[in-house]
């Protein structure tokens, strides 16, 4: 399992205490109501609340007459957690987490620890839950402790057990220390609100109606919405955090009707702007960059010939005068470069956003696209055709179902692997289908094929087999459904849209499917039971790594080695490398996310001298729109004596992001090639925020691009030679792309 999955998984809802004697950091106080450890609460992943027991246990405690008991049961789901929250109101600069553990049985494919995350505004801000170090088997009581530095954007800071998995955890003497102290000992912080904070005015709902979507009402909303993000990252007034921009746009539509004259429109405009105040000099706004530019910022609709000329001043003006100091809403983070969106409130108070807050998403993403995704110019699409597209199709939404899923194709027309809706609710799970059978598919030969089962004694029970092409669901055609279903995959090409829909084609709510199958050269119909996969322990692990082998490397021949991204660790190298020393060749297998990061360590072992293989692209708050080259990023060192072999990298779809990294680094070693079909096309440190309705979504933060210039971004890995799987392939249980590595190493 993956750190990324439990940031989400793990939001337990936990009471708010205020007092030291309320917290019952040592479990011997129970709810009289529920008879459980007062003030914790129980969460689950996949299951309800009862899938796990915990209970106030009085047969074992370390210390006192109770600790905290945590168990699986026959319907246990993925993992149980117990948890507590705590407003960050103190101040520090690390934070600890101590406790006692006892387990008992806890299965080797999981684990019993501690957990301990910090929760800023927009997500997660700190987490660790002890994957790397968990408790499996038997052991008595011991302390473990979890330490993070205590993020300055930290609000509130949620802690726990968790057992993943099956197995039994006893947990007694919890401690939470800030530097050392108790936290209710540690400074008090003091929380400075801006202006923009304390504005309450819409929380309700912003109570708008915008009106018919005509093409003039669209083009004015159009306008509007540009100039409205245009000053939010340029105005000083705003960037200071003096008003509630969200707000402020509510406000300014009370008074922006449909119907109106371009000259009115104009001027409404020109006026609003001017009552944001007097503008202050800029020295450096007119300043040449002194990095070089990589991207322009987009700013020729300034000088728009259709608005009106104060119109076109005053735009010109903000710019000429743009904020040079921080700025209320947008950050980069420290050492990396990837923008932090501030204060951008999800309202999760409204699961179905009004009209307002509907327009308020559409603006709010189009102008993070706008101003911070350093791959802008190769979204392939008309930007502000998008936003003219996507303005009625929101407002014109009828449901919280439906505003989600348009949200989620707006969304996918950056054409960004990591830009999707991060929302796994109770509606979207009913919307895609809670069951399915226990088969695995993937497109293959542009067709639908059965690779392999999620869990064996119910895949055989479909009576499909590897190799099965199904060529309709429900009497419908997978072609049409595929025509249905792109344009609500977000993702950076064709071959990742297909690898999603492939794993979600075959949900359902239903009890079977209707499936009509080709075999050979015989098509026959066929009716097969769908299940709720979290309950039947279904491994869907196996569609996020292609062959997963038992050992994090070893040996395919004498003469051939392999290693597998998925689960080395740094520990590994060493005695890796000192047995393959005299191999042939080494298979470096990318079709996975790398457990470990081995970009610098594992190429000093392949290289005899450190080259560049990467150089990134940053944004920029001071001048929005624009981004500038980093210098080049070098892997490898100096080593008289390199690995001498031949080096092949895998990659295929399922290579995504940190994956595809490794493989630009590996890819730069002398004589390396990279064999297999293409990636995910979506690399860079990723950048999180929030939209109305409580919806989460992130972009690829920053530019990746090979030392010559060449983008990774939509174009993924581009294979040295393209082996894809074929039908025939699957059939007899052939991995190809790993066959054709083989014979390329033994080749004289």
Request: proline share 5%; charged share 20%.
């Amino acid at each position: 399992m993956k750190n990324v999955p439990f940031i989400a998984l793990l939001l337990l809802i936990a009471n708010l205490l205020s007092a030291q004697k309320d917290y019952n950091l040592d479990f011997e106080k129970s709810d009289p109501a529920t008879g459980l450890p007062g003030n914790w609460q129980l969460g689950t992943g996949g299951k309800s609340k009862s899938s796990y027991s915990f209970i106030h246990d009085s047969t074992g405690a370390f210390d006192g007459k109770y600790c905290a008991k945590l168990a699986s049961t026959p319907e246990s789901g993925t993992f149980g957690a117990f948890s507590m929250l705590v407003p960050v109101e103190f101040k520090g600069e690390t934070i600890t987490l101590k406790g006692y553990i006892k387990t008992e049985n806890v299965a080797q494919d999981g684990w019993a620890g501690l957990w301990l995350r910090l929760d800023g505004e927009s997500g997660s801000v700190g987490f660790d839950n002890m994957q790397d170090r968990g408790l499996k088997g038997s052991h008595e009581w011991k302390q473990f402790e979890i330490v993070l530095e205590l993020h300055k954007d930290a609000q509130n800071v949620v802690f726990g057990g968790l057992v993943v998995g099956k197995g039994t955890a006893w947990y007694d003497n919890i401690e939470v220390l800030v530097d050392g102290k108790p936290f209710w000992q540690a400074p008090a912080r003091t929380i400075l609100k801006k202006p923009a904070e304390l504005d309450t005015m819409f929380h309700s709902g912003s109570k708008l109606l915008l009106g018919q979507m005509t093409p003039e009402r669209v083009h004015d909303l159009v306008i509007l919405g540009k100039i409205w993000g245009f000053l939010k990252y340029h105005h000083p007034k705003v960037a200071s955090g003096d008003i509630n921009w969200d707000y402020e746009l509510f406000r300014f539509l009370q008074r922006y009707p449909e119907g109106l004259k371009a000259r009115q429109r104009d001027d409404l405009l020109t006026d609003w702007i001017t009552s944001l105040g007097e503008l202050p000099n800029c020295r450096n706004c007119n300043k040449k960059i002194k990095d070089e530019i990589h991207l322009t910022a987009d700013l020729t609709w300034l000088d728009d010939a259709k608005l009106s000329p104060a119109l076109r001043k005053q735009l010109k003006l903000v710019y000429e005068h743009r904020n040079q100091s921080e700025n209320f809403y947008i950050d980069h983070e420290k050492n990396i470069g990837n923008p932090k969106f501030q204060h951008e409130s999800a309202y999760p108070q409204f699961k179905y956003p009004d009209e307002g807050y509907r327009l308020l998403c559409v603006y709010r993403f189009w102008n993070i696209i706008q101003y911070f995704f350093p791959y802008r110019d190769v979204i392939g699409e008309d930007w502000t055709g998008v936003m003219q597209e996507f303005i009625p199709k929101m407002i014109q939404c009828k449901d919280a179902l439906s505003y989600k899923l348009c949200t989620r194709e707006l969304i996918g027309r950056i054409h960004d692997t990591h830009a999707n809706l991060w929302i796994q609710d109770e509606e979207m799970l009913k919307y895609f289908g809670e069951k399915r059978p226990a088969v695995q598919v993937k497109f293959i030969e542009n067709q639908a094929v059965v690779t392999g089962y999620y869990q064996a004694y119910y895949g055989a029970q479909t009576g499909l087999l590897p190799g099965d092409v199904i060529t309709a669901i429900e009497g419908v055609p997978v072609k049409d459904l595929l025509k249905q279903k792109l344009p609500m995959y977000p993702a950076s090409n064709l071959p990742t849209k297909l690898r999603d829909i492939a794993r979600d084609l075959l949900r359902t709510n239903a009890n079977s499917l209707h499936l009509k199958v080709l075999r050979g050269q015989t098509e026959s119909d066929m009716e097969v039971a769908c299940f709720n996969a979290v309950k039947e322990e279904f491994n869907m692990m196996i569609d996020w790594a292609y062959n997963q082998p038992d050992t994090c490397y070893r040996f395919l021949s004498p003469e051939i080695g392999y290693m597998y991204l998925g689960t080395v660790k740094q520990e590994s190298l060493a005695p890796m490398m000192e047995q393959f020393k005299n191999t042939k060749g080494i298979i470096l297998d990318c079709r996975n996310y790398p457990s470990d990061f081995t970009v610098f360590s594992l190429t000093e072992y392949l290289k005899a001298e450190s080259s560049e293989f990467v150089y990134f692209t940053n944004g920029s708050v001071s001048n929005p729109g624009v981004f500038t080259q980093t210098n080049p990023i070098f892997c490898g060192g100096k080593n008289k004596n390199p690995y001498q072999g031949k080096i092949v990298i895998l990659v295929n779809e399922i290579s995504q992001s940190s994956a595809e990294y490794h493989s630009m680094a590996f890819r730069s070693v002398s004589g390396a090639i990279v064999v297999g079909s293409t990636t995910a096309g979506a690399d860079g440190n990723v950048s999180r925020f929030s939209l109305p309705g409580g919806l989460n979504s992130m972009i690829s933060g920053i530019g990746v691009f090979y030392p010559d210039g060449t983008p990774t971004q939509r174009v993924g890995i581009v294979p040295d030679f393209p082996v894809l799987p074929t039908i025939a392939g699957v059939k007899a249980g052939k991995d190809e792309q790993l066959d054709f590595a083989r014979e390329w190493i033994m080749k004289q």
